[in-house]
């Protein structure tokens, strides 16, 4: 290439050195958009990588679809690796991290190629930039998650993970190793369940299925089946989708028919007024009793 392609205006240059091109496909998902934008730093990085570098914290959840709150990754520089005594990557978009054999697995990723932190590492490095227990907790539910056709991790390697050493961060995971549970499919579900649970509440089932005359009526993403009280998050999804939210609505009636209460809350209900959310949940709890 000529110099005066090199110098296109058509072609991006995340860093020195690099070109890149191909326009990325936007959705109407922010979080994804963000996702793939930091996937297509993360692959134009790799040909600057030496064989000593990989991937970790942020870059490696990205790379494993590890969810982490919205602020970890607007703007995130790429998250590089290496192990001591070798010297960090420096250069702009770049964060430079340095560990140790024992405390830090290193794999290929099957998928993109990329030497990365298994999923393990992956969980126990980013307690260092989650100050929340919430978010450390989220993101091992993801980890362990039976949803998957096969978990990124077990609940066995996490502790191995924690168990491997001092590492920044290694109270919050110790405190969330507990409170880890391979049944919640979504960081919002994660979320909610310990908004309840921190409150006081009873910790609810986890995607309980429910059954009436007519046979399966749905999963309820957090219930109490005693009580006969379903907890559901809506998402985006079910606004953008009519299907969906037709379909949502059909279940939610099957469900109160059935003599069920369904609480619904949002993500700006989660984020803004948690307070009220598990207001609403106890009251819809004594009101059962």
Do not use: K
Not at 1 to 21: C, K
Not at 95 to 103: D, I, K, N, S, V
């Amino acid at each position: 290439m000529s110099p005066g392609r090199l110098r296109g205006a058509d072609l991006g240059r995340p860093f020195r050195g690099i070109r890149t091109t191909g326009a990325r496909q936007e959705g109407d998902d922010p979080y994804g958009a963000i996702e793939a934008e930091h996937r297509h730093r993360m692959a134009a990085f790799a040909p600057l990588m030496h064989e000593r570098d990989f991937f970790s914290h942020v870059s490696a959840a990205v790379l494993y679809g590890i969810p982490l709150p919205l602020w970890a990754l607007v703007d995130a520089p790429v998250h590089v690796g290496v192990m001591a005594p070798g010297r960090l990557r420096r250069a702009a978009g770049i964060r430079g991290h340095q560990t140790t054999p024992a405390l830090s697995r290193i794999i290929t990723d099957p998928a993109s190629g990329m030497r990365t932190t298994d999923a393990a590492t992956t969980w126990a490095a980013l307690a260092r930039l989650l100050p929340r227990l919430e978010d450390v907790v989220a993101a091992g539910d993801a980890v362990i998650r039976e949803w998957r056709a096969e978990p990124l991790a077990s609940l066995a390697e996490l502790e191995a993970a924690v168990g491997a050493g001092r590492r920044v961060g290694i109270e919050r995971l110790r405190a969330a190793l507990p409170l880890l549970r391979p049944r919640s499919a979504s960081r919002q579900e994660s979320c909610l369940r310990l908004a309840l649970v921190f409150a006081g509440l009873p910790e609810p089932a986890l995607n309980h299925p429910v059954h009436d005359a007519r046979g399966y009526i749905g999963s309820v993403d957090l219930a109490y089946p005693r009580q006969r009280v379903a907890i559901e998050y809506e998402g985006e999804h079910h606004l953008r989708s009519q299907e969906q939210w037709a379909a949502d609505i059909q279940r939610y009636a099957r469900l109160r028919a059935a003599g069920w209460v369904v609480v619904q809350v949002t993500a700006r209900m989660l984020s803004h007024d948690p307070s009220a959310v598990v207001r609403d949940v106890r009251a819809a709890l004594r009101a059962a009793s």
